[in-house]
């Protein structure tokens, strides 16, 4: 009874994370007002003549694409959408949009990555380091993240601190641990694989084995399986405890401490690759 203790204190404590996130729901309310300060149509069309925009673009790009590969690896094209180059030297533009595989940034992995603003204007400081929001922007994602993915994230230090900090005790008895976790996407289930060991049992390996959905802004098991072969046992009620461990809200936890809020759309899994759809609001600066 002790050990169940444990779990509601865990499962409460989840409950009071990202709650700030979940009522920002309307990007229109969120984006910069009309009417922005650009410049006006007649200087727009002759910019627009003599080449100026797409020289003027191309230099942002190359400003936004190495402003990010500062902090992110992988492949990245970047592309902007500027009202023209005299904003586009102020950093002012009508969206920019990016496309990234095999990218790896603040211990978290992503097979790709595609971003696109979907504010009509959008501000930046191109002349800090780091690049700052002048405005408030609101991004909407599409990520698909492997089970390789989830693997190398989970390797990270960053993760298996947090991983050994989950101490399930009873004053001095040790009344669970949990060592060396893994996981596959066999079945388009994510299966999560950990060796645990109870007091006076041997070792032994604890499988999960769920369907993932959206709850409450948040990625929570649905249908989860503990056992392997024949003996299998729903342990639903306990899906908060195990996604204690769940490397994908590992993952959207460090970007929301990067000053992130997020909503959750859509996750799936198909051909054994998780897809997650969502809207990113980013303050400014």
């Known amino acids: 009874m002790k050990f169940f203790k444990y779990i509601l204190i865990l499962v409460l404590f989840l409950s009071c994370s990202r709650m700030f996130a979940k009522q920002v729901t309307s990007y229109v309310d969120f984006c910069p007002k009309p009417p922005y300060e650009t410049a ?19 230099v942002a790009e190359a400003t936004l694409k190495k402003e990010i ?10 592309k902007a959408g500027s009202f023209s180059a005299t904003d586009a030297k102020k950093g002012k533009f009508r969206y920019f949009t990016l496309h990234g595989q095999n990218l790896k940034a603040f211990d978290i992995f992503v097979s790709e990555l595609n971003l696109k603003t979907i ?16 405005e408030p922007m609101v991004i909407e994602f599409n990520a698909k993240i492997t089970k390789e993915d989830l693997n190398n994230i989970i390797k990270t230090t960053k993760y298996r601190k947090h991983f050994m900090q989950l101490k399930f005790k009873d004053k001095e008895t040790q009344l669970l641990e949990l060592s060396n976790p893994r996981i596959t996407t066999e079945d388009n289930k994510f299966n999560f ?4 060991k109870l007091p006076f049992i041997r070792s032994f390996i604890l499988a999960a084995h769920a369907d993932l959905e959206i709850i409450d ?15 299998k ?3 639903s009620p306990l899906k908060y405890f195990i996604n204690l461990i769940n490397p994908l809200e590992f993952a959207l936890g460090i970007i929301e401490d990067k000053g992130c809020m997020l909503n959750l759309k ?20």
Not at 193 to 196: D, P, Q
């Open 69 to 78: 590969s500062k902090f992110v690896q992988g492949d990245i094209k970047v």
């Open 119 to 134: 504010c009509d204007f959008i501000h930046l400081d191109l002349t800090s380091t780091p690049v700052k929001l002048l």
């Open 40 to 58: 006006g149509t007649f200087s727009r069309g002759l910019q627009s003549v003599s080449g100026m925009n797409f020289v003027a673009r191309n």
């Open 193 to 196: 694989l950990v060796n645990a």
């Open 233 to 235: 046992i729903n342990i």
């Open 266 to 285: 859509t996750v799936k899994i198909e051909n054994g690759t998780i897809i997650l759809d969502g809207v990113a609001f980013l303050k400014k600066s």
């Open 217 to 231: 802004n948040r990625i929570v098991f649905n249908n989860l399986i503990i056992g392997t072969g024949s003996v």
